[in-house]
């Protein structure tokens, strides 16, 4: 996964940073290259102090799932998404 810097305005096509080169690139230039998602950036990251998520169907068999948030991302659209812990701390 690349973040998109640009568009080629004549052929309309995502360029990305190609490190290799040091220079923006088609993003159709990667062999593995399969589509594009929009995806907000982040722009922050806050401890999860103590906050549990909880699932009603996402453990074993469709069970009750609890899990410590270890952090929350913080987007530029002000978004935040939970960064859980499970018991085996993964």
Not at 35 to 59: C, I, M, N, S, Y
Not at 61 to 77: D, K, R
Request: aromatic share 6%; glycine share 14%.
């Amino acid at each position: 996964m690349v973040r998109v810097e640009g568009w080629d305005q004549a052929a309309g096509t995502a360029l990305v940073v190609d490190p290799k080169r040091g220079a923006l690139c088609p993003v159709t230039d990667y062999e593995d290259f399969s589509h594009l998602e929009r995806a907000d950036q982040v722009v922050a990251t806050v401890p999860g102090g103590g906050w549990r998520g909880h699932w009603k169907v996402e453990g074993p068999g469709g069970t009750p799932l609890t899990e410590q948030v270890l952090a929350w991302l913080i987007t530029s659209q002000g978004r935040a998404t939970a960064i859980t812990v499970d018991a085996g701390v993964h």
